[in-house]
């Protein structure tokens, strides 16, 4: 039961069972970010949520949270919820996909600390750019929410496009689609059908 636990009554209980979160144990396996997530995806709720999740969390009275830590807080939401909106895409060969076992690691989060992902809207830049003319390429549609680790879009290069980026591996299960991504005849890339909105 969430109702009880610091900074939580029955207002923030009721908010949560709206998102499907009705256990201390769910609150504990989603965390702040991802529940705060939840909770505004199935409803009208204010950042206060987000600050007496952490608070809960943290043992401290919502407003006592540093500034520092709501702000990454409530940075990480605002990316996880723009994934949602736009996609959360990353692009890799098939062969690759189908050697990966629970979750996926690639040498950019070893080497950079994240593994470099696109939205519906961005995913073709680096497809035309990195992968042009390569077949056997597949894109991974995944689900933000099912990302235990944190989501950030950032403009690594200073070209004035930010691409999310997850800092952790990628569980399996957090992917839930896997499209084939052929080549067109002159080598360019167009976004499948399926991903289209």
């Known amino acids: 039961m969430v109702a009880g636990l610091p900074n939580l009554g029955p207002k923030s209980a009721q908010l949560l069972s709206m998102a499907g979160i009705t256990t201390e144990a769910q609150l504990d396996e989603l965390g ?14 204010s950042k206060v949520m987000l600050y007496a999740l952490l608070g809960a969390e943290l043992h401290l009275h919502w407003n006592e949270v540093p500034t520092d830590i709501r702000a990454a807080a409530l940075e990480e ?37 994240f593994i470099h992902c696109s939205t519906r809207r961005t995913v073709l830049g680096p ?3 990195l992968y042009a003319g390569q077949s056997g390429l597949v894109v991974l549609d995944i689900e933000a929410d099912r990302v235990p680790d944190h989501i950030l ?28 991504f052929p080549p067109e005849p002159d080598g360019s890339f167009r976004l499948p059908a399926s991903l289209r909105v």
């Open 32 to 45: 702040p970010v991802r529940s705060y997530v939840r909770c505004v995806q199935a409803g009208t709720v």
């Open 77 to 113: 939401s605002t990316a996880r919820l723009r994934a949602a909106q736009e996609g959360l895409l990353h692009i890799m060969s098939s062969a690759g996909w189908a050697a990966v076992g629970d979750q996926y690691v690639p040498d950019s989060l070893h080497e950079e600390g």
């Open 127 to 129: 497809a035309n750019t």
């Open 153 to 180: 879009f950032e403009d690594s290069y200073g070209a004035g496009i930010e691409y999310p980026h997850i800092y952790g591996p990628l569980p399996k299960d957090a992917v839930v689609g896997v499209v084939d």
